[in-house]
């Protein structure tokens, strides 16, 4: 005699209360925006300081350790960067990729408006490179970006333009934004500091090691490029990468995980219906 099965549809919702704090989320973002614009700009550039100063951190921790497995290497310098995505999300700093899956949920449960998400993705856009050509800027004045460093950029620089194709950048984009907003969507199961670190950094670390394409990362690597080898920079294939990454990663992060997981924990109007 099979148990009878008293579950609901409801009951299938299973991430329902992660759902819900990423909707209050967007609401706080959509009111900021509105309202305290200066702040939002704050914390978009915090942001892309972040990824900035992560990604000297990696260049020079990789530039030290010459000589070791290349596999190896790269391994400590993917590790080494993924300390930016803690950094940004546990300080509430605003990550343009991060925003996709955000927003992309906000969007189906009409938390928020097409322009105003349009509105944070400039924002966020714009000041994470602010804050990224601010962190190279001030290097300018010191030693720590040496040739060494340079040759290394330039070398991952001209992999990622050069050398790869419109549609290498736009998958490997999804995938980059795809393991990020999956590791966000993770740590926010968890209340515990090094938990949610654990997963945020999972994420990072995947993308970064296997060379996927972030919008952000990649500014910020380009912006090296501009200060210190200008002339060996393509801007044509700069902005080829730039817009492919783009597309890329709203499709990993704002579909692939966004409305994947939007649709999976409730229906589109119930959200409506329980914030009356």
Not at 89 to 101: D, G, H, P, R
Not at 158 to 187: E, P, Q, R
Not at 191 to 199: I, P, Y
Not at 207 to 213: P, Q
């Amino acid at each position: 005699m099979q148990v009878t099965n008293h579950k609901q549809v409801e009951d299938t919702y299973m991430t329902k209360g992660v759902v819900s704090q990423i909707l209050s989320q967007v609401q706080m973002k959509d009111v900021m925006y509105k309202h305290t614009p200066g702040r939002a700009v704050l914390k978009a550039i915090m942001s892309g300081f972040f990824i900035g100063i992560m990604t000297v951190f990696m260049l020079v921790v990789k530039a030290q350790l010459t000589g070791l497995n290349e596999g190896v290497v790269n391994l400590i310098g993917a590790i080494s960067f993924s300390l930016a995505l803690v950094l940004i999300v546990l300080t509430n700093a605003e990550l343009l990729t991060s925003n996709f899956s955000f927003l992309t949920m906000g969007y189906y449960y009409k938390a928020i408006n097409l322009g105003q998400i349009l509105k944070i993705v400039v924002y966020c856009l714009v000041f994470n490179l602010v804050g990224a050509i601010i962190v190279f800027g001030l290097m300018t004045f010191t030693p720590i970006i040496n040739s060494n460093v340079v040759d290394a950029i330039t070398k991952v620089v001209t992999a990622k333009t050069v050398d790869s194709t419109w549609y290498h950048i736009l998958v490997k984009g999804i995938f980059c934004n795809f393991y990020i907003n999956i590791g966000i969507l993770m740590s926010l199961q968890f209340k515990d500091g090094l938990t949610k670190a654990f997963f945020l950094m999972s994420g990072v670390t995947i993308f970064v090691f296997m060379g996927y394409d972030h919008i952000v990362f990649n500014t910020g690597l380009f912006a090296v490029m501009l200060f210190y080898n200008a002339g060996d920079a393509d801007l044509l294939h700069i902005f080829k990468n730039l817009v492919f990454s783009f597309i890329g990663n709203y499709i990993g992060g704002g579909i692939f995980v966004g409305l994947v997981y939007a649709y999976l924990n409730g229906k589109r109007d119930q959200y409506i219906t329980e914030n009356k």
